[in-house]
């Protein structure tokens, strides 16, 4: 891989000065974080005969379920989330200006409460019928707004149902509280007779032994720009004592609000599209179709890739075939091309 040195020596102090940060006098967590060895503990590397489409992961049990996408509001007010944690794949794509957003897509697990929950823009719901699932907002964009009510995708929307599925946390202001139990999510598909049964297309999984042999130059560290002020960039960190990667934002760890565990990912995806602002209020249409250059992350290394939209799934490509993922959760980041991966993604390469 082509390393741009003055990218690289700039991520290593700006990632030095962070972590030297933190050990000092940084912004902590209101609650500790779980430790890391306890959100893991239990895992066991067997051969099992069933395993989850998003993850890859075995069980032995049958693994069908649809899947549930939700809106999930990325403000600093917002933070931190509720059932990130348990997400399969997330995806972080820029709503208006330079705020993201993230699209937390279930099925291998069902966390207890899900949010705060936030309006719907319409490549997110392009992304959630990739995966046929049943798509969660609360509030849309005239663009989403169309999807939605002509029935494009099967919804639960917090403009219908504010105070019976969607509940308001008096913790949060507006638009920052409103919250969905995955219960209520369940109960919303029963009443609008949505099928619950069908499970999303399979992303391609490494297996144990082939995920031990992952190559690439060496990406300890991350970081994913997506505004000058900082707010908004996304910093991962790679435990080798666990084999994952750890999530900041802002200088705080993504961690799960009620429970305190720590977002932990096997595959980093960073892709580049062409953004386009489309109105005065700054809404954007975003290309997830054509597909473009990223980069894949794995037990702290990193290959340049391109992306393509495979019958609804963002996929990595390398020499016309599928990358194939570790098993485990995934976390995607979307940046716009202008001004690209090699200006707004940094690599701590040692």
């Known amino acids: 891989m082509k390393k741009w040195a003055v990218a690289a020596t700039a991520a290593l102090l700006l990632l030095s000065g962070c ?38 992961i075995g069980s032995e049990k049958k693994t069908e379920g649809r899947a549930v996408a939700v809106m999930v509001n990325n403000h600093p007010k917002a933070r931190p989330q509720s059932g990130l944690h348990k997400a399969d794949i997330v995806y972080e794509i820029l709503a208006e200006g330079d705020v993201t957003r993230f699209l937390a897509v279930f099925q291998s697990e069902r966390p207890e409460n899900i949010g705060p929950v936030r309006s719907a823009r319409d490549y997110y719901i392009d992304v959630a019928k990739g995966l046929n699932a049943l798509f969660i907002a609360h509030g849309y964009s005239a663009e989403a707004q169309e999807l939605l009510e002509r029935g494009f995708i099967d919804n639960l929307n917090g403009m219908v149902y504010d105070g019976t599925l969607f509940k308001r946390s008096r913790d ?15 109960k919303g598909a029963k009443e609008k007779k949505y099928s619950m049964d069908q499970s999303p297309h399979e992303f391609t999984f490494l297996s144990e032994d082939e995920s031990k042999s992952v190559t690439g130059d060496e990406a300890k560290s991350v970081m994913v720009s997506y505004s000058a002020s900082g707010v908004f960039d996304s910093i991962y960190e790679y435990d080798e004592s666990v084999g994952k990667y750890k999530r900041f934002s802002d200088g705080d760890q993504t961690i799960d609000n009620e429970t305190k565990e720590p977002i932990l990912l096997d595959n980093l995806f960073i892709i580049e599209t062409t953004h386009q602002v489309i109105d005065n209020v700054g809404h954007k249409e975003i290309d997830l179709e054509a597909g473009g250059s990223g980069y894949l992350l794995q037990l702290g290394k990193v290959i340049q890739v391109e992306w393509k939209n495979d019958n609804g799934l963002i996929v990595p490509i390398k020499n016309g075939e599928v990358v194939p993922f570790v098993p485990g959760k995934t976390w995607v980041n979307v940046i716009p091309t202008n001004p690209g ?9 040692k």
Request: aromatic share 8%; proline share 10%; glycine share 4%.
């Open 19 to 56: 972590s030297e940060k933190e050990k000092a006098n940084g912004p902590e967590p209101k609650d500790p974080v779980k430790e890391v060895e306890e959100v893991i503990q239990g895992e066991v590397e067997t051969e099992l005969p069933y395993h989850y489409p998003l993850t890859g």
């Open 341 to 349: 991966l090699q200006s707004s993604v940094l690599f701590n390469v």
């Open 172 to 186: 949060r202001q507006a638009p920052h509280n409103s919250y969905i139990t995955y219960e209520n999510v369940l």
